[in-house]
């Protein structure tokens, strides 16, 4: 009787499977009892940066005036409808002229039309760890990621 080539499986076949597999464990392995990591002051700033960055973008397209405001009292950054709310494990603080604190607990960073901001820095941190600046030019309205390098 002639065997067919189709009988079994190829070495390629074989491999991809081993890759899929071992791709699969090192998911599991990384996170295994799939609870989300607190993210890191540093992690947290970056991503308050490229929100902070995008919103001078459309402050500038769009013609108007747009904020940042950051609540330390509610642990959370809101950047135009977007918010972004800390773990309690981060600190949080903000440095903002005097007429923009709205109110006890909340400072502002305004974007104008005309490039220029009201300038700022937003400070992050973790308890033990390394401190995370935001920095936005008052003049320029340029965003500025200090000490985020991990």
Do not use: C, Y
Request: aromatic share 4%; glycine share 8%.
């Amino acid at each position: 009787m002639k065997k067919d080539k189709t009988d079994g499986f190829t070495l390629v076949e074989m491999l991809v499977v081993l890759v899929i597999a071992a791709l699969a464990l090192s998911v599991l392995a990384s996170n295994p009892f799939g609870r989300p990591r607190p993210q890191s002051a540093a992690a947290l700033a970056r991503q308050i940066s490229v929100a902070i960055a995008a919103l001078e973008a459309r402050a500038l397209s769009t013609a108007s005036s747009l904020s940042v405001v950051v609540d330390v009292a509610t642990h959370a950054v809101i950047i135009g409808q977007n918010r972004i709310d800390l773990p309690p494990n981060v600190r949080l603080s903000v440095k903002t002229g005097a007429e923009l604190i709205v109110e006890d607990g909340k400072g502002m960073i305004v974007f104008f039309p005309d490039g220029t901001s009201s300038g700022g820095e937003i400070i992050l941190g973790e308890p033990s760890g390394p401190v995370s600046i935001v920095r936005v030019n008052w003049i320029t309205g340029a965003v500025d990621l200090i000490g985020a390098a991990s």
